[in-house]
């Protein structure tokens, strides 16, 4: 266990790069300066490094944001004394929590599909709500669901729950213990796969997938944006994709990376250069913040109330000086480096876990073409996080930047929204119906009459 002295270092360490870089201060209300004192206790009541990591969570997840928290000690991460499992796995499909795999000792007490009603007898949502999200970003609940799963199912070894699940209109509880995964043996691999498209892979690779289908629809499958060779590989397949009818872009899932790569795919759909990432980052000059601080008439100005104060230019900066909220707007140019434009009609396909890189991909897209979004909306989280390693064996991460959608939408923590959204069901996902997938399918075939 690390000293009092260095959980002070540390949790200060948070607090002041927070304090002078966090780049969302006008999307918070919280008293920073109170909750550090806050935090102080909690951080020196703390007995094990699992438990004071987690309060280092529970004080930076305060700020609400997804490019900003804390990442455990390798050491804790892959010890089973800490992250053990209960032996059973769920997802949220709709607005319930379906047991989609068990341990095979559990298979005829547990039936697979069954819904978790209550937690250690606590309703799940509320569960999750007071007992999960303080230790995790939660600003975009939706996007957040696989982290909430993980912090519900892990925990120390030999810890319990008793789980209330409900099948077929029975209610029963189970009570199961945390174990080493390692030592799991999964009943079932999980949910049904989606049933297959027709057609032709051209181009089968980790970072992206091509699928020409029977009707000449390309489909593009990217999962990340972290490999810089995605746009390469696709520019490669260029002649084939300019046969193509239609495009539908998959970026469901897609968990960000580098927004060059995804302005790199995008090029592909925009004639010449276009503005990318339009961005906002603080800037921050002590001496305004001085003169500020003897402004009485500042002190019950809320920044939303800021636009009707008649106040000058520097009355102004010093007022947002005071809170952290004076920024410098910016935007990138792309270079358009593509081999040519693929015209025809476009169909992206997105959910609340297309985040980041793949967020601005979103942005570029509906800014500069005629694509039309199918899904859910995104996650809502784009920036570019400073990280810093702790002496500890952790690190946290603060966003410095907040991307600004082109078109004007409020997406911090909400996302993009699609144009057509869609709402899957156990049923679908039993049935190996990819509703998304097939509603992109139909629409580029009926709406752009490509069949013919």
């Known amino acids: 266990m690390i000293s009092d002295e260095q959980k002070i270092y540390e949790l200060s360490q948070i607090w002041k790069d927070a304090e002078y870089n966090f780049a969302f201060w006008d999307k ?44 455990f000690p390798m050491e804790i991460m892959q010890s089973t004394e800490y992250y053990s499992m209960l032996p059973v796995y769920l997802a949220k499909i709709g607005d319930d929590y379906i047991v989609i795999s068990v341990d095979e000792k559990y298979k005829d007490e547990i039936p697979m599909f069954s819904v978790l009603k209550k937690f250690d007898s606590v309703d799940i949502g509320e569960y999750i709500k007071e007992e999960i999200y303080p230790y995790i970003w939660h600003g975009n609940e939706e ?5 909430a799963l993980i912090e519900l199912l892990c925990g120390k070894a030999d810890s319990e729950a008793v789980l209330t699940l409900e099948k077929d209109g029975k209610v029963f509880d189970v009570c199961l213990k945390r174990t080493d995964p390692a030592g799991i043996k999964w009943y079932a691999s999980g949910m049904p796969n989606p049933r297959t498209i027709s057609g032709e892979m051209i181009l089968d690779e980790e970072s992206v997938k091509i699928k020409i289908t029977e009707d000449g629809i390309a489909v593009i499958t990217i999962p990340t944006f972290m490999d810089d060779s995605v746009s390469g590989k696709i520019y490669g397949k260029f002649d084939e994709l300019s046969q193509a009818k239609g495009y539908i872009i998959d970026v469901r899932g897609n968990g960000g990376g580098n927004s060059t790569n995804a302005d790199a795919v995008a090029s592909l759909f925009i004639s010449g250069q276009f503005e990318s990432c339009v961005a906002e980052t603080q800037i921050y000059e002590p001496t305004y913040k001085a003169w ?27 007022y947002r000086m005071c809170r952290h909220i004076y920024f410098r707007r910016e935007s990138n140019t792309a270079q358009n480096n593509a081999p040519g434009k693929l015209e025809g009609p476009i169909v992206v396909l997105m ?37 810093v390693n702790l002496p500890s064996g952790g690190s946290y991460r603060i966003c410095t930047r907040r991307c600004i959608a082109q078109n004007g939408e409020d997406i911090y923590n909400k996302g993009f929204s699609p144009d057509v959204r869609i709402t899957v069901t156990l049923s679908d996902v039993l049935d190996g119906c990819d509703k998304a997938m097939e509603t992109a ?3 580029t075939s009926e709406r752009f009459d490509l069949s013919d």
């Open 28 to 71: 918070v209300s919280i008293d920073w300066d109170g909750e550090y004192r806050k935090a102080l206790s909690g951080v020196l009541a703390t007995s094990d490094m699992y438990e004071y990591y987690r309060e280092l969570a529970r004080f930076i997840n305060l700020l609400g944001d997804g490019h900003t928290g804390i990442s």
């Open 143 to 147: 996007a957040c669901v696989r982290n």
């Open 292 to 318: 500020g601080l003897f402004r009485d008439d500042f002190k019950n100005v809320s920044p939303e109330a800021l636009p009707q104060m008649h106040w000058d230019d520097d009355s102004q900066k010093s």
């Open 351 to 387: 959910n609340s876990n297309t985040v980041s890189a793949a967020e601005d991909f979103v942005d570029v897209m509906k800014m500069h073409t005629d694509a039309v979004f199918v899904g859910t909306n995104t996650a809502g989280t784009s920036g570019q996080p400073y990280t």
């Open 441 to 443: 399918l139909d629409m």
